[in-house]
């Protein structure tokens, strides 16, 4: 079985300035993908950033960030220039995949990191 | 296509009671997933169908769920004898094919059992 932690249940920024929120997942499986997940207040989950476990490259995805550290099964996100709008709920997850990097099933998520951005 | 849509989006009901709500998958998609999520917490996975099969279920499940998906597109989650422990957001996502690492997901119902 997979499990997910988020040792940060809480964590504030000012707008502009660059936060790293910590994940670390323990499974036995070599391939997977790994996601961070925002929830905002309205509470529709939006998928913000992907990593697939055979890539040693990290993601980026404009503002968002990745560092992948595969040996240590750690994914932290790091969100630079940080706006109002990324006040959110972050969920960490993790699914299977196969060698051909097809994933069918359930996500495992962790606990969630509130964030919030102050003006 | 607007996405994966969820009824109701609230749902008030007194212990004892049954509840079902409704999740529409985006309309390609033949895989269909259903989440629980307590307050503050992350979501916790209940089942899953590929087309109208469900192939697994969460131990989560008991018996006084059930969901169905008859016809491979829309699915329900029907919530027998209902308890104050199952108020939470249930939260239903589809995806495509092969593609379960692009789970996209809906607004959720948000159940509250009094």
């Known amino acids: 079985a997979q499990t997910v932690t988020q040792s940060q249940p809480e964590m504030s920024v000012q707008e502009a300035e660059t936060v790293t929120l910590s994940c670390t997942y323990d499974t036995s499986e070599n391939n997977y993908y790994l996601f961070w997940y925002k929830q905002p207040p309205s509470r529709q989950m939006i998928l913000v950033i992907r990593?697939?476990?055979?890539?040693?490259q990290n993601a980026t995805e404009n503002r968002f960030s990745v560092n992948f550290q595969k040996a240590a099964k750690s994914f932290s996100l790091k969100i630079s220039d940080s706006q109002l709008g990324d006040t959110a709920m972050y969920f960490c997850?993790?699914?299977?995949?196969?060698?051909?990097?097809?994933?069918?099933?359930?996500?495992?998520f962790g606990q969630g990191t509130i964030l919030t951005v102050h003006p | 296509d607007t996405g994966v849509s969820q009824n109701p989006r609230h749902k008030i009901t007194k212990r004892g009671q049954n509840v079902t709500f409704r999740c529409d998958p985006i309309s390609e998609h033949n895989r269909l997933y259903w989440y629980r999520q307590t307050l503050g917490q992350g979501p916790e996975f209940l089942t899953y169908f590929q087309n109208e099969a469900q192939l697994e279920k969460s131990r989560l499940l008991s018996d006084r769920f059930s969901a169905e998906r008859p016809k491979g597109s829309f699915s329900t989650l029907e919530i027998q004898r209902t308890e104050q422990g199952d108020s939470a957001m249930y939260l239903c996502?589809?995806?495509?094919?092969?593609?379960?690492?692009?789970?996209?997901f809906g607004p959720g119902t948000r159940l509250t059992v009094t």
């Open positions: 996502a589809s995806s495509l094919g092969d593609r379960g690492y692009e789970q996209y």
């Open positions: 990593q697939e476990a055979y890539k040693q």
């Open positions: 997850a993790f699914i299977k995949a196969n060698a051909g990097g097809t994933s069918y099933g359930k996500l495992t």
